[in-house]
């Protein structure tokens, strides 16, 4: 196997890898897959088939039609049917399909839910008062501005402020470090987002000045730091702000929060932003991610050539949390395509006329009055709370109390349970919300499911306390087991499960993970101890 570069043909191997651009050129001596014959390949893959390969008039139609006695096949996440593009009319039927749902369905894919935030000037639009101006000065057309407008020929900045705010407090709600991209509608609006969320978190941006970045085509700072954004061992930046650069060819295994506050008609462009969100990494707990949507884009969902279905949707009052409750080569889809307004940097039809843009700083923006929704495994849209949601969900996967207590008590680790009860919508963040933040996770199970009278995690410590469970261990050895159970009263059974947790003050302060390993006798003995405190906490379940 071998990769063509350099222009140079070496006709010895079996199998080639090569861009299109490595065998083509304008000048017929750049055209270097000439000097294979016709008949040389018996199987060209192509990749991202959607591209250039599948218009007629595209300059590298040519390779595929001089090797057309190979068997060829074509390969991409989001197909494209247009006018001037067609994967079927070249490529042929999908002579295999796998699906956005069954990735999801298989543990291949991180399920998501959605939190739609309408704005009331997005829903109902604006009109300026007859002379009214902008912070320039400049006379406001009168005209009705809509949703269309803003960002493009009509900033609210109050508007900016609003959104970023709202992230903000998703991000304080769930985690302040969790990668996030920020999908704005140009440059201009990328840049002002970016401020808006410095502003907004003015304690993270000043420890650090790339907590929020601005990663468009034209920021050669923010380009230089796309890498990092996607590297799960980097911390920073957190926070990216971008337009189109971030849209596809972002391999981001640890983003959990994507922001819409972008138009999107386009399915295919809607799949690919999506798909920024999509990769698990169960090494940095991303198991699923949220969606933000300003822009009602998520209405796409409801498009039968969509097929993978959130798991919830949830639309905030103005009163509510920001979390429910209840519950590059690929340069060619740069921003350079699009100006401010929306609009081609070149169309061909020479220079157009200039458009004005206000900037309105003193106009009020407010969140809207909006219902919870949820769609069901069938992607049918529902309207009732998580509760009811979840207590369904957990009744299929187990159909009685003593079942769902046999297989808890048997798992040797019980975060693979509530990873499986994630994965079919039930999320057990939002449910705490509901039901009480100070209960683990197996009492809300079975408050929600079972109807069992729940326990705090400090009333589950307290009983193994009193049952003095840690006699027979030596002076250092109880301390860790005490350590640990005081762990389990403040976060829960997932945090004393993890090896992870030795590192951790108090226990780092007994020992490195090895010496404290060592006072059980090895790791067998240590993880048997573990599952004896997890025995003796949930003894008292009914």
């Not at 039927?93 to 699906?99: A, K």
């Not at 009214?132 to 501005?145: F, H």
């Not at 509608?185 to 993270?204: F, G, S, T, Y």
């Amino acid at each position: 196997m071998t990769k063509i570069t350099n222009r140079t043909v070496d006709k010895a191997f079996e199998i080639y890898l090569c861009l299109y651009q490595a065998v083509t050129g304008t000048e017929e001596d750049q055209n270097i897959y000439k000097q294979f014959s016709w008949e040389f390949f018996d199987l060209i893959i192509v990749d991202e088939c959607h591209r250039g390969s599948a218009a007629d008039d595209a300059a590298w139609r040519q390779v595929l039609d001089y090797f057309e006695s190979a068997t060829q096949i074509g390969l991409t996440a989001t197909p494209k049917e247009t006018k001037e593009v067609s994967n079927i009319e070249y490529f042929g039927e999908p002579i295999y399909t796998y699906s956005f749902r069954q990735g999801i369905s298989d543990g291949f894919l991180a399920p998501y839910k959605v939190v739609r935030i309408g704005l009331d000037k997005d829903l109902d639009g604006w009109r300026p008062e007859v002379g009214q101006t902008d912070k320039y000065g400049q006379v406001i057309e009168d005209r009705e501005y809509n949703d269309l407008d803003f960002d493009r020929s009509l900033i609210l900045e109050k508007r900016t402020a609003l959104v970023a705010r709202k992230v903000t407090e998703f991000l304080k709600a769930t985690d302040r470090f969790a990668k996030t991209i920020v999908f704005c509608e140009n440059i201009d609006h990328a840049e002002r987002m970016r401020q808006a969320l410095v502003n907004a978190n003015p304690d993270l941006a000043a420890a650090n000045s790339k907590y929020v970045m601005r990663i468009t085509g034209d920021s050669d700072e923010g380009k230089a730091q796309l890498d990092n954004f996607i590297d799960p061992e980097s911390a920073y930046p957190v926070v990216a702000t971008t337009s189109r650069l971030m849209t596809t060819g972002v391999d981001a295994q640890t983003c959990h929060l994507i922001v819409l506050d972008r138009r999107i008609n386009s399915m295919t462009e809607f799949k690919q932003i999506i798909g920024r969100g999509t990769r698990i990494n169960e090494d940095y707990n991303k198991l699923f991610f949220t969606i933000m949507d300003f822009k009602r884009a998520t209405a796409l969902f409801a498009d039968p050539d969509f097929d993978g279905d959130p798991v919830q949707i949830y639309e905030p009052t103005v009163e509510d949390p920001p979390v429910p409750p209840e519950d590059g080569e690929e340069g060619a889809e740069d921003e350079v395509i699009v100006d401010d307004f929306g609009d081609p940097l070149d169309d061909g039809e020479g220079p157009r006329p200039p458009r004005t843009k206000y900037y309105v700083d003193n106009v009020e923006v407010r969140v809207a009055t909006e219902r919870v929704q949820y769609l069901d495994a069938n992607g049918r849209l529902i309207t009732e709370s998580l509760t009811d949601y979840s207590r369904k969900t957990v009744l299929k996967a187990y159909s009685s109390l003593s079942e769902f207590l046999t297989v808890w008590n048997d798992a040797e680790r019980k975060q693979a349970i509530l990873d499986e009860l994630a994965g079919q919508g039930v999320f057990l963040e939002e449910l705490a919300e509901q039901v009480g933040r100070d209960y683990d996770a197996f009492d809300l199970i079975c408050h929600v499911a079972f109807d069992q009278p729940p326990l705090t995690r400090r009333e589950r410590a307290d009983k193994v306390k009193k049952r003095n469970l840690f006699a027979k261990y030596g002076d250092q050895a109880r301390a860790v087991l005490e350590a640990l159970l005081q762990k389990y009263a403040d976060a829960g059974i997932t945090s004393v499960e993890s090896l992870d947790i030795l590192k951790v003050s108090p226990l780092s302060g007994l020992g490195t993970p090895v010496e404290i390993i060592k006072l059980f006798g090895g790791k067998d003995g240590y993880l048997a101890a573990i599952r004896e405190l997890e025995t003796a906490l949930y003894q008292t379940a009914a």
